[in-house]
Nanobody, 125 residues
Framework: QVQVVESGGGLVQTGGSLRLSCVASGRAFSLYNMGWFRQAPGKDREFVTAISWRNNRDYADSVKGRFTISRDDAKNTVYLQMSNLKPEDTAVYYC???????????????????WGQGTQVTVPS
């Protein structure tokens, strides 16, 4: 069982920045592929970004150039640095763990094995 806990959400004005953190338990964290997803009210959960255990990264087109994913294996933590935030970024952001060892991170939420409870990010229009 892997525990996943996100933090860092909040209210930020358009154009502002925010950094989300996600801590996952387990001594094998360095081998996890990690993903960030988000769900806005009335919408399906969507892929945001992911990072493989080899530090290969993937980004949704909607956040490319504005969001950066990184990881610190010594702290069992993955970060999501969000810049130039827009009202359409408003959502609950979820961190997820994929245990299968793959060089490329997955965009499908069905591929992830453990999820956090989510953290709210609000960018007022």
């Amino acid at each position: 069982q892997v525990q996943v806990v996100e933090s860092g959400g909040g209210l930020v004005q358009t154009g502002g920045s925010l950094r989300l953190s996600c801590v996952a338990s387990g001594r094998a964290f360095s081998l996890y592929n990690m993903g960030w997803f988000r769900q806005a009210p009335g919408k399906d959960r969507e892929f945001v970004t992911a990072i493989s255990w080899r530090n290969n990264r993937d980004y949704a087109d909607s956040v490319k150039g504005r969001f950066t994913i990184s990881r610190d294996d010594a702290k069992n933590t993955v970060y999501l640095q969000m810049s130039n935030l827009k009202p359409e970024d408003t959502a609950v952001y979820y961190c997820a763990v994929r245990l299968k060892l793959e060089d490329r991170p997955s965009r499908s939420d069905e591929d992830y094995d453990y999820w956090g409870q989510g953290t709210q990010v609000t960018v007022p229009s």
